[in-house]
């Protein structure tokens, strides 16, 4: 129901009656292969926005659709907990690798800031003489 024609001029593209057009074939391939993605994320669309007027069209509202709706809604429940889990063990982990990170990344903006202070300085000394050379304070 989404993309009804697509098989059937993917189709032609093979016979001999068209000529064979690569991008065609990609591009037909590729609505092929949409038809899952928009299927499946119409499930949490739908959630988020129950009164949207696409709702209403004929696909979303067949049996096979409110099946896949169902289904999907089961294995998104069931992965969610067992992902959770999976979070619990390794986010430490990172965790861990992240203070590191930070840690080492903190001590070399330190030493770079240290390091700069004395080119700041510097900087405003020679815009505090540039000032008084413009404003005819300082002679040149």
């Known amino acids: ?7 059937y001029w993917l189709g032609r593209q093979y016979d001999s009656s068209d000529e064979k057009n690569l991008a065609t074939v990609g591009f037909l391939k590729a609505l092929i292969r949409m038809h899952i993605i ?8 739908k959630s988020k ?8 069209l004929p696909i979303f509202l ?12 089961g294995a998104i429940g069931s992965t969610n907990s067992s992902n959770k889990i999976s979070l619990e063990t390794d986010v430490p982990e990172i965790l861990s690798a992240i203070e590191v990170s930070h840690g080492s990344l903190s001590t070399r903006m330190e030493g ?9 300085e510097a900087v405003n000394e020679l815009q505090f ?12």
């Open 112 to 120: 770079v800031i240290q390091s700069n202070s004395h080119v700041v």
């Open 38 to 45: 928009i299927l499946q994320d119409s499930v949490m669309l």
């Open 129 to 140: 003489d540039f000032q008084d050379i413009v404003c005819g304070h300082a002679a040149i």
């Open 1 to 7: 129901m989404i993309f009804p024609d697509v098989e």
């Open 62 to 73: 067949c049996t096979e659709y409110k099946k896949f709706k169902t289904d999907l809604q």
């Open 49 to 56: 926005c129950p009164s949207h007027t696409i709702w209403k």
